[in-house]
Antibody, heavy 122, light 107 residues
């Protein structure tokens, strides 16, 4: 059974960097079955896909255009986890952040982390 | 980006009712459409993928249909645990996008 456990701070100051980690059990971050995603949810923006990382002989990343200049998603194979970094945050980045596994063929997000409420405030 | 539009935004129904939620994509997504259920304070839960395939462990009263731009989620006989918010999501191309949600409430 695949499980995802999120960790990271719930409060970030404006202009600073939001950092979250997602630890994987029951699957491998470098497996070939899918990809590892970050998705956020806020009342104003609904569910918003931020990006993903996956391994297919080499590492790939896809990012949403809305955050592309500020986001980095990195795998950590030694700890079997992946991380989200979002730079230069503003109050508009306040949201519940989820990590999630995307399984391929057909494509679907089938496992979600527990969610982390992140507030951007001074 | 592909826009996903759900209707209705909210719906009141009774236990035992048959309910249908609609999702429309701004362009063809073939059958790359998933449905999720979310309860307050919880992460979304996958119900249906590839438009009509029931995720393992999901009750058979849930079903999905459609292809191209128009899709439906049907709950054949509402149970008390089904009152939640439902989202569609296209997995045809990134950025993946979600509908705005349909809140299903008890009448």
């Amino acid at each position: 059974q695949v499980q995802l456990q999120q960790s990271g701070p719930g409060l970030v100051k404006p202009s600073q960097t939001l950092s979250l980690t997602c630890a994987i059990s029951g699957d491998s971050v470098s497996g070939n079955s899918g990809a590892w995603n970050w998705i956020r949810q806020s009342p104003s923006r609904g569910l918003e896909w931020l990006g993903r990382t996956y391994y297919r002989s080499k590492w790939y990343n896809d990012y949403a255009a809305s955050v592309k200049s500020r986001i980095t998603i990195n795998p950590d194979t030694s700890k079997n986890q992946f991380s989200l970094q979002l730079n230069s945050v503003t109050p508009e980045d306040t949201a519940v952040y989820y990590c999630a596994r995307e399984y391929w063929n057909p494509f679907r997000v089938d496992v979600w982390g527990q969610g982390t409420t992140v507030t951007v405030s001074s | 980006d592909i826009q996903m539009t759900q209707s209705p935004s909210s719906l009141s129904a009774s236990v035992g009712d048959r309910v249908t939620i609609t999702c429309r994509a701004s362009q063809s997504i073939t059958r790359n459409l998933n449905w999720y259920q979310q309860k307050p304070g919880k992460a979304p839960k996958l119900l249906i993928y590839a438009a009509s395939i029931l995720q393992s462990g999901v009750p058979s009263r849930f079903s999905g249909s459609g292809s191209g731009t128009d899709f439906t989620l049907t709950i054949s006989s509402l149970q008390p645990e089904d009152f939640a918010t439902y989202y569609c999501q296209q997995s045809y191309s990134t950025p993946y996008t979600f509908g705005q949600g349909t809140k299903l409430e008890i009448k």
